[in-house]
């Protein structure tokens, strides 16, 4: 998940970074998350393209541009992004129908108020639409991924809806790439799994969602096994979290 921090007051930039990453590191231990900060709404619009973060959280009194102006130049060009204001006071809640925010948050920020944004945002449905954009610029849908085979310098992607893709890559580059978000493992050479695919796991194979076995190399096997029980640990404890 990557996030976008816009506001002007140093010492609540911080604070709600720290908190922000702290909240995220236990709802979504699974997903890996960038949190960057900016000092002006004029600094994060330099910055800015549409696709680039999942959330966006702006201060509404900002020197210079204000958080409903950086807002509505976001909204010319993604109209999907989630946005966020904060402030000292609920004043201006009504300008966050304006642009579609999803959520008022006051200072300053605690953890309940920044777990209740978190949940208000509906995380499951930003892991689901995550993106990865492959080396040759196709953009990969992350839970829509089954497992990766690789074979004469082509990785092939096999998706859950029954079709794959090609791609003129190594393994290591793809497994560089996709295993850092936490649920994407190599279980033997030349093989990537999604274990939100995986329907049941024995000493040395996966079995995938579409019936596919997928072999646990022998050297793999005991930290392969150990990876796929912190998985289902973690994931059973975020679904209480959310739920």
């Known amino acids: 998940m990557k996030i976008a921090l816009v ?10 970074h720290e908190l922000l990453s702290a909240e995220l590191q236990t709802k979504l231990s699974q997903t890996p998350h960038w949190i960057d900060s900016y000092r002006s709404g004029q600094s994060f619009l330099d910055h800015w393209q549409p696709g680039k973060y999942d959330v966006v959280i702006l201060d509404i009194f900002m020197g210079g541009l ?45 953890p309940g108020s920044i ?26 849908l992350l839970r829509q991924l089954l497992y990766t085979e690789y074979y004469n310098h082509v990785v092939t992607l096999h998706m859950r809806n029954g079709e794959s893709y090609r791609l003129r890559t190594s393994h290591t580059t793809l ?10 493992h190599s279980p033997s050479k030349g093989i990537l799994v999604n274990f939100y695919e995986v329907v049941s796991c024995s000493a040395d194979s996966f079995k995938m969602s579409d019936g596919t076995v997928l072999p646990i190399s022998r050297r793999k096997a005991k930290e392969i096994q150990a990876a796929y029980t912190k998985f289902n640990f973690q994931k059973m404890r975020s679904e209480v979290d959310m739920g």
Do not use: W
Request: charged share 25%; glycine share 4%; hydrophobic share 40%.
């Open 66 to 110: 204000t958080g409903v102006d950086v807002a509505q130049k976001i909204r010319l060009t993604d109209p999907d992004v989630k946005l966020v204001f904060c402030s000292r006071s609920n004043e201006f809640a009504a300008e966050s129908y304006q642009v579609n925010a999803q959520y008022y948050l006051v200072k300053p920020a605690t």
């Open 7 to 16: 506001d002007d007051e140093v010492i609540q930039l911080k604070r709600i």
């Open 175 to 184: 497994e560089e790439l996709l295993t850092p978000y936490g649920f994407i």
């Open 115 to 140: 777990s209740n944004m978190l949940q208000r945002l509906n995380l499951e449905v930003i892991q689901l639409e995550q993106t990865v954009t492959l080396p040759d610029g196709h953009n990969l």
